[in-house]
């Protein structure tokens, strides 16, 4: 190597070194960082929050309220009906016939008349509910000619007396009978019924052969 190349090498080897010094000082002025890795953590099941379940309420059930006296009017008017249809049926299972009247005594039960085949006129006590007979049958001494007249509304009555209570007890739902009875009005065979109506009674007239409603007031 001659002497003029070692001259020029030995003047490159400062150069080179402040070149280095100065990208090391301008890297550190920049505030740059290296870039670093992300790293991605994933939670277990047993770590995820639990969601707070939800709060329902429940309305607290509601108490029944009684019941109106319409309805409880209704109530006994028809329980007063079904008990005159078991004491209708209690009296002929008694002696065998047709039912020509039944009457509410004070005391709560029936007193039931049953007209027979024999054109005889027997009578029978039965308890309030209906189905127990208390007493009779029992006939009773009537003369030929009220015999004959019995016998005569019965052959012409299409209607028993149970059907006419029914009738009577859609004409009066809130009514409590008082008395059923076999009859002849203007000519006409029906069943006049009396209804009580808390202090008044109402009269309930049927043709014993069509059911229509003939007469439906307040006495």
Not at 15 to 28: D, N, P, Q, Y
Not at 150 to 169: F, G, N, P, T
């Amino acid at each position: 190597m001659t002497p003029a190349i070692r001259a020029r090498r030995f003047h490159l080897l400062p150069a080179l070194t402040m070149v280095g010094v100065a990208a090391l000082a301008l890297a550190g002025c920049s505030g740059q960082t290296p870039p670093q890795s992300t790293v991605t953590v994933t939670a277990t099941p047993s770590q995820l929050p639990v969601p707070e379940s939800p709060t329902i309420s429940t309305p607290a059930p509601s108490t029944p309220t009684a019941g109106s006296s319409q309805d409880t009017g209704a109530t006994a008017a028809s329980t007063r009906y079904a008990a005159l249809a078991k004491a209708a049926q209690s009296a002929q299972s008694a002696i065998e016939g047709t039912v020509t009247s039944i009457e509410s005594k004070d005391a709560g039960t029936w007193e039931v008349s049953v007209f027979t085949k024999q054109d005889t006129e027997h009578e029978v006590h039965i308890s309030a509910d209906g189905t127990t007979v208390l007493s009779g049958p029992s006939e009773q001494r009537l003369g030929s000619n009220v015999l004959q007249r019995y016998r005569s509304l019965v052959d012409s009555a299409k209607i028993d007396v149970i059907a006419a209570a029914q009738m009577v007890e859609k004409e009066s739902p809130q009514g409590l009978i008082d008395e059923l009875d076999l009859d002849s009005w203007r000519g006409t065979t029906t069943w006049e019924a009396e209804v009580k109506e808390d202090s008044q009674t109402r009269e309930i007239y049927l043709d014993a052969m069509t059911g229509a409603v003939l007469k439906n007031e307040l006495d």
